[in-house]
């Protein structure tokens, strides 16, 4: 995970100094800078590795944008739901949800529930997981939810998004699980 500065600090601690001692390449080839560092208030010394263009952004203070992630646990739950799942601070950007449910989750065509992650201001829906026939989530594995939509994605600062649970026939239990979020700042 790349070491975030931001106003002089790496979360929280005051840098006394950064010194850039090398580019190497790594993962393909890209470029990264190696730099050390030591922190004023309590010690704090090591190596980084940072993403040029990040640092650059940083740099030039801009924000600073990598995926960021969000876990919410659920219990298990019949019926129909709507809950919040996530709050922007800053302007954000949903660009991805998943699912880990703890039992499998198998489709039907006559009884399904379809999952919703919805921007709450505009009512606009960001990605779907509906449970039909053929769409199933195994227990314990990471399934994605589908492409998400990108205008309805971006969240402004103070708004929500929220988690929406409906059923079709006589619907579905969703079993205990998570919901994960990727989110950028934009």
């Given at each position: 995970?790349?070491?975030?500065?931001?106003?002089?600090?790496?979360n929280?601690v005051?840098?006394?100094?950064?010194?850039?001692?090398?580019?190497?390449?790594?993962?393909?080839?890209?470029e990264?800078?190696?730099?050390?560092?030591?922190?004023?208030?309590?010690?704090?010394?090591?190596?980084?590795?940072f993403?040029?263009?990040?640092?650059?952004?940083?740099l030039?203070n801009?924000?600073?944008?990598?995926?960021?992630?969000?876990?919410?646990?659920?219990?298990?739950?019949?019926?129909?739901?709507?809950?919040?799942?996530?709050?922007?601070?800053?302007?954000?950007?949903?660009?991805?949800?998943h699912?880990?449910p703890?039992?499998?989750?198998?489709?039907?065509?006559?009884?399904?529930?379809?999952?919703r992650?919805?921007?709450?201001?505009?009512?606009?829906?960001?990605?779907?997981?509906?449970?039909?026939?053929?769409i199933?989530?195994?227990s314990?594995?990471?399934?994605?939810?589908?492409?998400?939509?990108d205008?309805?994605?971006?969240?402004?600062?103070?708004?929500?998004?929220?988690?929406?649970?409906?059923?079709?026939?006589?619907?579905?239990?969703?079993?205990?699980?998570?919901?994960?979020?990727?989110?950028?700042?934009?």
């Open positions: 995970m790349p070491i975030t500065w931001i106003n002089g600090e790496l929280g005051n840098i006394e100094w950064l010194h850039i001692e090398e580019i190497c390449e790594v993962n393909d080839d890209k990264l800078l190696h730099v050390t560092v030591s922190g004023i208030t309590d010690g704090l010394n090591g190596n980084g590795y993403d040029v263009f990040q640092l650059l952004k940083n030039t801009e924000k600073i944008t990598g995926s960021e992630k969000v876990f919410l646990l659920l219990n298990q739950t019949s019926g129909e739901f709507t809950k919040a799942v996530f709050g922007a601070i800053e302007d954000a950007q949903i660009v991805a949800a699912i880990v703890v039992s499998t989750i198998t489709g039907d065509d006559t009884n399904y529930m379809k999952l992650i919805v921007n709450a201001d505009t009512g606009l829906d960001i990605c779907t997981k509906t449970f039909v026939t053929g199933d989530a195994n314990q594995e990471v399934t994605a939810f589908g492409p998400t939509d205008t309805a994605g971006e969240i402004e600062a103070g708004k929500g998004v929220i988690l929406i649970k409906d059923d079709y026939g006589g619907g579905m239990t969703l079993p205990q699980c998570a919901i994960i979020l990727e989110w950028d700042l934009r």
